[in-house]
């Protein structure tokens, strides 16, 4: 190896920090966000029903950071600290301080549209989404709207809903992620409310701690 080679320090790739600017990284403190009504009856952010009627609100960036705070959330159910650099970057984003930046803008927009609220040195998020409002229904197209009404007076008989829990436990059992049973429950012909309501359901008893004496 030559005099020459040795002089030159090692390149770092760009996407590899130095200890210096990963202690320097802003972070803020995610906490979940504690509503009995909608952690009872909203909706999963990884949900069709977030895909088809809050996509068109929130916009693609907000939704897809929405997902990605409430699955944090999932594995840490007290809370987390983010990393705003990292987060972005793996959105395929740039974190900039400025307001201006599309991840600034998500974040905002989340806030702007009830899914976060700040709180001291960070945000607290919800971890279920409510139903969109009639405010912004109205702003939607017809064929959407038209989508919303049937999506929401439709009547879930016991059947159906039985059979498609089972469904869901079936593929949770194959190895199938939470975040996939609703999408997988449609393509076996299951309806879209009752898919929901059914991977919903599964999912969360999944999730459930064991009772005593079967840990």
């Given at each position: 190896m030559s005099d020459a080679t040795l002089s030159h320090p090692p390149r770092r790739l760009p996407d590899q920090p130095s200890s210096e600017e990963s202690a320097s990284r802003p972070v803020v403190c995610i906490r979940p966000w504690i509503d009995p009504v909608v952690d009872q009856t909203g909706h999963d952010p990884r949900s069709r029903y977030v895909e088809i009627f809050w996509l068109g609100v929130l916009g693609p960036t907000a939704t897809w950071l929405t997902r990605r705070l409430a699955a944090g959330l999932e594995q840490s159910p007290d809370g987390y600290d983010l990393d705003l650099t990292a987060t972005a970057r793996a959105m395929g984003l740039r974190y900039s301080t400025g307001?201006?930046?599309?991840?600034?803008?998500?974040?905002q927009r989340c806030v702007m549209f009830g899914l976060?609220?700040?709180?001291?040195?960070?945000?607290a998020v919800r971890r279920r989404i409510p139903p969109v409002s009639f405010r912004h229904l109205q702003r939607m197209p017809d064929d959407v709207q038209m989508a919303h009404a049937n999506w929401t007076r439709k009547t879930?008989?016991?059947?159906?809903?039985?059979?498609?829990?089972?469904l869901a436990l079936v593929l949770l059992d194959t190895g199938?992620?939470?975040s996939v049973v609703e999408h997988h429950l449609i393509a076996?012909?299951?309806?879209?409310a009752v898919a929901a309501e059914a991977a919903d359901n599964a999912c969360q008893l999944a999730a459930a701690?064991?009772?005593?004496?079967?840990a």
């Open positions: 307001r201006s930046s599309p991840f600034s803008k998500a974040l976060a609220h700040p709180i001291e040195q960070g945000l879930v008989g016991l059947d159906e809903l039985t059979r498609a829990h089972r199938d992620d939470t076996l012909g299951v309806s879209d701690p064991p009772p005593p004496g079967n």
